[in-house]
Nanobody
Framework: QVQLTESGGGLVQAGGSLRLSCAAS????????MAWFRQAPGKEREFVAHIGWNSGNAYYADSLKGRFTISRDSAKNTVYLQMNNLRLADTAIYYC??????????????WGQGTQVTVTE
């Protein structure tokens, strides 16, 4: 059973940084894609970034390129999201997601419970 557990969220001032972690368990994740999505208050969930577990190839939402970096540590079965120069608009619940590479990247089937990120002035 796939389990994804996010951590690292919290309060941060605008311009600051946070690193989110997603601990993955329940199977081996080779040939899987790991992703981050977010949902701001009153808005739909949106894609942030994904990374191939084996390849390490990363893909980002255009609006977040240059500020966010996704990475993974295979030895720790953990995926990270480094967020720099945070803005008020980055306030959201951030979700870790995963699925096989053969699945649609925009509709993963496995989700974590989410972690709240709040950016203040």
């Amino acid at each position: 059973q796939v389990q994804l557990t996010e951590s690292g969220g919290g309060l941060v001032q605008a311009g600051g940084s946070l690193r989110l972690s997603c601990a993955a368990s329940g199977r081996t994740f080779s040939s899987w894609r790991m992703a981050w999505f977010r949902q701001a208050p009153g808005k739909e969930r949106e894609f942030v970034a994904h990374i191939g577990w084996n390849s390490g190839n990363a893909y980002y939402a255009d609006s977040l390129k240059g500020r966010f970096t996704i990475s993974r540590d295979s030895a720790k079965n953990t995926v990270y999201l480094q967020m720099n120069n945070l803005r008020l608009a980055d306030t959201a619940i951030y979700y870790c997601a995963a699925d096989r590479l053969t699945s649609a990247w925009y509709r993963p089937n496995y989700w974590g419970q989410g972690t709240q990120v709040t950016v203040t002035e």
